[in-house]
């Protein structure tokens, strides 16, 4: 696909059905709404997770950062289903709502949940090495867990649908429209990035300080807010005919004629002929998806390390001394530190854009600057030097903790820590923003809701390998009675 195209963000098989006035900037910033409500809502629960799970869960850190890696990778991977139900099924403003109510309800039952979790309703047991540990009970997780699963499933509508509805409000083959589309995707990143910032800063607190009651139930409310607000602009709003099936079955038919051809080949048949000449072009678009697998492969590295900022950083925040100054008495929460990387993005987008890409552009003659492969390149190995610098922090860390009490805070400033978070922020203007590029270049016109969800399954599939890797070493260092990893971690 030729880097000026202006096929539109997602497939749209039939024509526009419009009513006067409708689309454009009204019906954008309604939109805008609804996905900064969301991402609210769910850096409500993700930026602080296991914060929870090592507190009033009763969770060790090894297996809370375990089940954050494996949720967050669910709700990373399930937006390739809301694609499908999106564009086979129920439409994108359809799968919006449904979305948005099942998000509600299930951010409703999580802070309904978390009332159950308090020391006095845990199981305590003696451990091996004779510490008591106490956990919450079977129902209670049972409980929480459907909760929190719920919002996993919810997001998974919203991610591969939002955005592209959004899109769908101006048309690409009007100049002005097209124009005004490039200006929503900067007003988009800006709002998600201004709302990941807000909720990391201001939703930690009252999760640490007031109660996870309502630090649950505030995000359920911003969520209920953008629903009522997103339902008012259902009037404005521009749609458009599905047409007929959708691409997933065109892609699910084209690959069964494909391995039918493939026998009646084998048999000597002509079919193959045939079906080449009816399904030749999606069997093409569907081999040209095959190819982007080496890609999606390499971009795995930077879903593991995309996985830590919320764990384990997180955990290596709450053993420092969190004290604004020296004299102050106020706590700053562990995972306020997320709010750094929205701090980050913003001013370096501006870099990149009017600093970097002019500069490129002349010494490379790319009209980018650079390549969307070069750009994710870029930020994978901006997020290996991120890890060098945590991981000399961590050693800092260790080194202070030896000489320090047992139970006290490590006798070092919590801002040690915010040259990785800066550093993080700077590696996904690069990688995130190049992946997103890169999947909606590369992926047909047909299957453009896919491509939308595809680069999110990197971020999914690599909080699974996260998951596994600590679950391991966890095991590993635990073996013949050795110290676990997951102590050295929690040092104080």
């Given at each position: 696909?030729?880097?000026?195209?202006?096929?539109?963000?997602?497939?749209?098989?039939?024509?526009?059905?419009?009513?006067?006035?409708?689309?454009?900037?009204?019906?954008?910033?309604f939109?805008?709404?609804?996905e900064?409500?969301?991402?609210?809502?769910y850096?409500?629960?993700?930026?602080?997770?296991?914060?929870?799970?090592?507190?009033?869960?009763?969770?060790?850190?090894?297996?809370?950062?375990?089940?954050?890696?494996?949720?967050?990778?669910?709700?990373?991977?399930?937006?390739?289903?809301?694609?499908?139900?999106?564009?086979?099924?129920?439409?994108?403003?359809?799968?919006?709502?449904?979305?948005?109510?099942?998000?509600?309800?299930?951010?409703?039952?999580?802070?309904?949940?978390s009332?159950?979790?308090?020391?006095?309703?845990?199981?305590?047991?003696?451990?091996?090495?004779?510490?008591?540990?106490?956990?919450?009970?079977?129902?209670?997780?049972?409980?929480?867990?459907?909760?929190?699963?719920?919002?996993?499933?919810?997001?998974?509508?919203h991610?591969?649908?939002?955005q592209?509805?959004?899109?769908?409000?101006?048309?690409?083959?009007?100049?002005?429209?097209?124009?005004?589309?490039?200006?929503?995707?900067n007003?988009?990143?800006?709002?998600?990035?201004?709302?990941?910032?807000?909720?990391?800063?201001?939703?930690?607190?009252?999760?640490?300080?007031?109660g996870?009651?309502?630090?649950?139930?505030?995000?359920?409310?911003?969520?209920?807010?953008?629903?009522?607000?997103?339902?008012?602009?259902?009037?404005?709003?521009?749609?458009?005919?599905?047409?007929?099936?959708?691409?997933?079955?065109?892609?699910?038919?084209?690959?069964?004629?494909?391995?039918?051809?493939?026998?009646?080949?084998?048999?000597?048949?002509?079919?193959?002929?045939?079906?080449?000449?009816?399904?030749?072009?999606?069997?093409?678009?569907?081999?040209?998806?095959?190819?982007?697998?080496p890609?999606?492969?390499?971009?795995?590295?930077?879903?593991?390390?995309f996985?830590?900022?919320?764990?384990?950083?997180?955990?290596?925040?709450?053993?420092?001394?969190?004290?604004?100054?020296?004299?102050?008495?106020?706590?700053?929460?562990?995972?306020?530190?997320?709010?750094?990387?929205?701090?980050?993005?913003?001013p370096?987008?501006?870099?990149?854009?009017?600093?970097?890409?002019?500069?490129?552009?002349?010494?490379?003659?790319?009209?980018?600057?650079?390549?969307?492969?070069?750009?994710?390149?870029?930020?994978?190995?901006?997020?290996?030097?991120?890890?060098?610098?945590?991981?000399?922090?961590?050693?800092?860390?260790?080194?202070?903790?030896?000489?320090?009490?047992?139970?006290?805070?490590?006798?070092?400033?919590?801002?040690?820590?915010?040259?990785?978070y800066?550093?993080?922020?700077?590696?996904?203007?690069?990688?995130?923003?190049?992946?997103?590029?890169?999947?909606?270049?590369?992926?047909?016109?047909?299957?453009?809701?896919?491509?939308?969800?595809?680069?999110?399954?990197?971020?999914?599939?690599?909080?699974?390998?996260?998951?596994?890797?600590?679950?391991?070493?966890?095991?590993?260092?635990?073996?013949?009675?050795?110290?676990?990893?997951?102590?050295?971690?929690?040092?104080?």
């Amino acid at each position: 696909m030729a880097s000026g195209s202006t096929d539109p963000l997602l497939p749209r098989a039939g024509a526009a059905r419009r009513r006067p006035a409708t689309g454009g900037w009204r019906s954008a910033l309604f939109i805008i709404w609804v996905e900064v409500a969301e991402r609210f809502a769910y850096y409500g629960v993700s930026s602080n997770l296991i914060s929870y799970l090592t507190g009033p869960f009763g969770e060790t850190t090894a297996a809370a950062a375990a089940a954050v890696n494996a949720w967050s990778g669910a709700a990373s991977m399930l937006p390739l289903l809301g694609a499908a139900v999106a564009d086979s099924w129920l439409g994108r403003y359809r799968t919006i709502v449904a979305s948005s109510v099942l998000y509600i309800t299930g951010l409703g039952l999580l802070a309904l949940s978390s009332t159950f979790s308090s020391p006095q309703s845990q199981q305590c047991s003696s451990s091996g090495d004779g510490r008591q540990v106490c956990r919450s009970s079977s129902v209670q997780r049972a409980f929480f867990y459907v909760s929190l699963y719920l919002v996993a499933i919810a997001q998974s509508g919203h991610k591969p649908c939002v955005q592209a509805f959004g899109a769908d409000q101006f048309d690409a083959t009007d100049p002005g429209e097209s124009s005004s589309r490039s200006t929503f995707f900067n007003w988009w990143y800006l709002g998600l990035c201004a709302s990941a910032t807000v909720t990391a800063a201001v939703m930690s607190y009252v999760q640490d300080n007031v109660g996870w009651g309502l630090g649950f139930g505030v995000p359920g409310m911003v969520m209920l807010l953008g629903l009522l607000v997103f339902l008012l602009g259902t009037r404005t709003y521009r749609f458009y005919d599905g047409g007929g099936s959708g691409a997933f079955s065109g892609v699910g038919e084209a690959v069964r004629e494909w391995r039918k051809s493939r026998r009646r080949g084998e048999g000597g048949g002509g079919g193959g002929a045939t079906v080449e000449a009816e399904h030749g072009e999606l069997a093409e678009e569907v081999r040209g998806m095959a190819r982007l697998f080496p890609i999606w492969a390499t971009c795995l590295l930077y879903g593991v390390l995309f996985a830590q900022p919320p764990t384990l950083f997180t955990k290596q925040a709450a053993t420092l001394d969190r004290r604004i100054g020296p004299s102050s008495s106020f706590q700053v929460p562990p995972a306020a530190l997320q709010s750094f990387l929205g701090v980050s993005i913003i001013p370096c987008v501006l870099l990149y854009e009017h600093v970097l890409v002019p500069a490129a552009r002349r010494a490379t003659g790319v009209a980018t600057g650079i390549t969307m492969l070069q750009r994710i390149g870029a930020g994978i190995a901006m997020c290996a030097v991120t890890l060098l610098v945590a991981a000399l922090v961590e050693m800092r860390r260790l080194s202070a903790a030896r000489d320090a009490d047992p139970g006290a805070a490590v006798p070092m400033s919590l801002w040690w820590m915010v040259p990785q978070y800066v550093l993080f922020g700077a590696a996904d203007v690069f990688a995130m923003v190049g992946m997103q590029e890169f999947f909606y270049d590369q992926v047909p016109g047909a299957l453009k809701s896919l491509g939308l969800a595809l680069y999110l399954s990197v971020l999914g599939v690599g909080s699974f390998i996260s998951s596994f890797l600590i679950s391991a070493i966890d095991v590993v260092t635990r073996r013949d009675g050795g110290t676990s990893w997951r102590k050295v971690v929690d040092v104080q």
